[in-house]
């Protein structure tokens, strides 16, 4: 059967307010997860797993953070149309509209937070490190809750996840969550092999992939799936589009 497309029903000034409150949040969140890993002398945190396989790609080619999130998103936009199975400019528009300030943002915030952020060997330095990271993949989480249900404009990862949740795993965010991570694994092979090549390391693939890489695995999907509960439980998901849903 063909999937409806529910009107939206909240205006345009809240979903944008949503929208900026999210990306915010979505773009710090990845932010803590990259800096609280890379400030402690025993690199075992990592990061979230979109990030950690996007951000070990851009150094494997000697990118920055803005190249690397916004090229690897625009792939992912075009697994996006052959899994709906039909080009979408408002998509397509929606995904650069996100891509362009989340990626500006996560440049910023890398800037901000590494100033910021002592460097640590101790054990108590490190506990709280461990907090930090997990509270930016929580973060990442509730802000991924929160513009999927405004689906005004969606990081391209995300919105692969959601087209998987509806059409896919029947609204399970959890189950989406773990086979939208098909992707970035393969990017972070990618990335070993091509720091084994021309690195010479392929140790340097996997820098950031670590606790707060497996936390985010877990958890990350279910954080979400709780938040479209829990955080502003009012807000439902507006004109939403996964394609063909068959039978």
Same mark, same amino acid.
């Given at each position: 059967?063909?999937?409806?497309?529910?009107?939206?029903?909240?205006?345009?000034?809240?979903?944008?307010?949503?929208?900026?409150?999210?990306?915010?949040?979505?773009?710090?969140?990845n932010v803590l997860t990259l800096v609280s890993s890379a400030k402690?002398?025993?690199?075992?945190?990592?990061?979230?797993?979109?990030?950690?396989?996007?951000?070990?790609?851009?150094?494997?080619?000697?990118?920055?953070?803005?190249?690397?999130?916004?090229?690897?998103?625009?792939?992912?936009?075009?697994?996006?149309?052959?899994?709906?199975?039909?080009?979408s400019w408002s998509r397509l528009i929606g995904n650069l509209i996100?891509?362009?300030?989340?990626?500006?943002l996560i440049q910023f915030f890398d800037g901000v937070f590494s100033?910021?952020?002592?460097?640590?060997?101790?054990?108590?330095?490190?506990?709280?490190?461990? +907090?930090?990271? !997990?509270? =930016?993949?929580?973060?990442? *989480?509730?802000?991924? $809750?929160?513009?999927?249900?405004?689906?005004? #404009?969606?990081?391209?990862?995300?919105?692969?996840?959601?087209?998987?949740? +509806?059409?896919? !795993?029947? =609204?399970?965010?959890?189950? *989406?969550?773990?086979? $939208?991570?098909?992707?970035?694994?393969?990017? #972070?092979?990618?990335?070993?092999?091509?720091?084994?090549?021309?690195?010479?390391?392929?140790?340097?693939?996997?820098?950031?992939?670590?606790?707060?890489?497996?936390?985010?695995?877990?958890?990350?999907?279910?954080?979400?799936?709780?938040?479209?509960?829990?955080?502003?439980?009012?807000?439902?998901?507006?004109?939403?589009?996964?394609?063909?849903?068959?039978?």
């Amino acid at each position: 059967m063909e999937s409806t497309k529910p009107k939206r029903t909240i205006s345009m000034t809240t979903a944008i307010t949503y929208f900026v409150v999210s990306l915010i949040f979505n773009s710090a969140g990845n932010v803590l997860t990259l800096v609280s890993s890379a400030k402690i002398h025993v690199k075992i945190l990592g990061s979230a797993y979109w990030t950690a396989a996007e951000n070990n790609f851009g150094f494997a080619f000697h990118w920055s953070l803005f190249w690397a999130f916004l090229g690897l998103g625009l792939l992912t936009t075009m697994l996006n149309f052959i899994l709906i199975g039909h080009w979408s400019w408002s998509r397509l528009i929606g995904n650069l509209i996100f891509l362009i300030p989340f990626s500006s943002l996560i440049q910023f915030f890398d800037g901000v937070f590494s100033n910021y952020f002592p460097a640590t060997s101790s054990i108590l330095g490190t506990i709280v490190y461990v +907090f930090v990271n !997990f509270l =930016g993949v929580t973060f990442i *989480a509730v802000a991924i $809750s929160i513009y999927q249900r405004v689906n005004l #404009a969606l990081y391209p990862a995300d919105d692969l996840m959601q087209i998987l949740r +509806f059409k896919y !795993f029947d =609204g399970s965010a959890a189950k *989406a969550m773990w086979c $939208s991570y098909i992707p970035p694994t393969l990017i #972070a092979i990618a990335a070993v092999v091509m720091d084994g090549i021309f690195q010479g390391s392929f140790l340097n693939g996997l820098a950031n992939f670590g606790l707060g890489t497996v936390f985010a695995f877990l958890f990350q999907g279910g954080i979400t799936g709780w938040s479209d509960k829990h955080i502003f439980p009012s807000l439902k998901h507006q004109a939403l589009d996964v394609g063909k849903i068959e039978d």
